[in-house]
């Protein structure tokens, strides 16, 4: 059964759709609502407990969604309010919560509220955006960077000032100093709470709020230390005034406020913060005044090495508290773990594992559409690139297209996903041959053994909600206990390398199976083959 009730988000999976690339149902080559409707079905039948829409707002499309002109719109590509409101009922009536994605820090340059702030110093809305004067040589007003590339600041010549877009040009950041503009967004927050959502996903929650003064940024002497790609400058600063500040705890404690005069309502933060993601996860997800539960970043990069990995979970728990962290291998924004880790070679195992060590975690669990299937890269030449942030990095950083190509129902031309002859990027035919048709119903492929997996960690209630001990183990291996109350399970992966065997560091081990996995337990010593996991309750 699929989590319910005040606290159904804490141990959740969530499934993440990217609704351009899930299923196109009208035949213009781009995903829709009425595509992902058509296919709860089979989300549903993974095991997850709810889904996250990125967004699905009218825009000019900029950012592919993330440049929202209208918060309580839906973008025609997409559909209709009509079409909302059918795929919420769909996924009541299967069991999943609805999560969408809010994008408050920032709205397209299109939206009504910038072209009025932007049409004079003295109209109703002239503070409702960060504006500011240049420097007496006309330059910016300070050093902040975009994430996109070049300064943070662009010139207007209407107001003859310059308005701050910690993304593109065309996403001009909102003041939140400004209470006028924190009142207007609860209340385009309210409008899909009213409509039946279970809860969000904020985008770029810690940019909300910037350092009214525009103090300029100190130099980064550790720029590896970031959110960001090495070759992008934005990684040299330490962002201590461009985000971040104290007062947004304030804004969360709004938005939470909101939130609570809704039943079972849950929302996690995206936290982007370099080494202080942590510190600042625990903060915002502390008590029971603010969001619940933030997206880290830490599983995001890497190679799957298993001490980094430890070291990641355990750099959340020692600073964790009462706070709780939504734990990603990937998403929307980043290249696809498969291919980080070199698991597309063998995909049909190491979907499962990653998935399975990720699903065993403290926290709460994304899994991006696909990656169940065993999913890798998509290698995007620069003819077919849509993204601005790939364009502009190109070709030491190729964006983020290859991970949004569409997702494969079938293995023809079109993959299942549209009847244009033009899906918006194209489908690369290594992922046509890892269609949800291909695997469906095959014992053994990478999708059927998810499956089993989620299926059978909804009856984990210890995996959901317990504590985490880690176990040193031999190189390439992560080990580590759950425990919620006199309940203790043992887990172990083999990420890397070949097969291993080591003694038990807790004793009393008893083999649990139900799992899909082979390791196993003989005089106390586990042995685990390549790609292989083993499950094992401590009896006392």
Known sequence: MAASGKD??????????????????????????????????????????????????????????????????????????????????????????VMIDQVLSHTADTHPWFRESRASRTNPKADWYVWADPKPDGTPPNNWLSIFGGSGWQWDTRRCQYYLHNFLVEQPDLNFHNPDVR?????????????????????TLNYYLHDALLRDNPPNITPGMSDVPAINPYGWQLHL???????????????????????DIAAVGEVGAGAESNSIIAEYTSGEKRFHMCY?????????????????????????????????LSNHDVIRAASRWHGTEHADDFAPLSLAMLLSLRGSQCIYQGEELGLGEADVPFEALQDPYGKTFWPEFKGRDGCRTPMPWTQGVRAGFTSSRHPWLPIPEEHRARSVARQQGKPGSALERVRVFLHWRQR?????EGTIKFHDAPKGVLAFTRSLGEEHLFCAFNLKG?????????????????????GTLVKNTVRLAERQAFFGRVKR
């Not at 609860?186 to 985008?203: E, P, Q, S, Y």
């Not at 830490?298 to 964790?320: H, I, K, M, P, T």
């Not at 070949?498 to 082979?518: D, M, Q």
């Open 460 to 464: 984990q209630r210890v995996l959901r």
């Open 8 to 97: 159904w988000w804490r141990g959740a999976v969530i499934y993440q759709i990217y609704p351009r690339s899930f299923a196109d149902s009208n035949g213009d080559g781009i995903g829709d609502l009425p595509g992902i409707t058509a296919h709860l079905d089979y989300v549903a039948g993974l095991g997850v407990d709810a889904i996250w829409l990125s967004p699905f707002f009218k825009s000019p499309m900029k950012d592919f969604g993330y440049d929202v002109e209208d918060y309580c719109a839906v973008d025609p590509m997409f559909g209709t309010l009509a079409d909302f409101d059918e795929l919420v009922a769909h996924a009541h009536r299967l069991g999943l919560k």
């Open 296 to 328: 880290g970043f830490d599983l995001l990069s890497g190679d799957g090495d298993a001490g980094a990995l430890r070291a990641a979970v355990e750099g959340f728990e020692s600073v964790a508290g009462d706070g709780w962290i939504c734990w990603a």
């Open 241 to 263: 005034h461009d985000k971040t500040q104290p007062g947004t705890l304030a804004i969360l404690e709004d938005l939470r406020r909101l939130f609570d005069r809704y039943k």
């Open 183 to 203: 009142a207007a967004l609860l209340k385009t927050v309210k409008f899909w709470l009213d409509r039946g959502v279970d809860g969000f996903r904020h985008d």
């Open 498 to 518: 070949k097969a291993v065997s080591f003694a038990a560091p807790v004793a009393g081990l008893v083999p649990v199976e139900g799992h899909g996995f082979a």
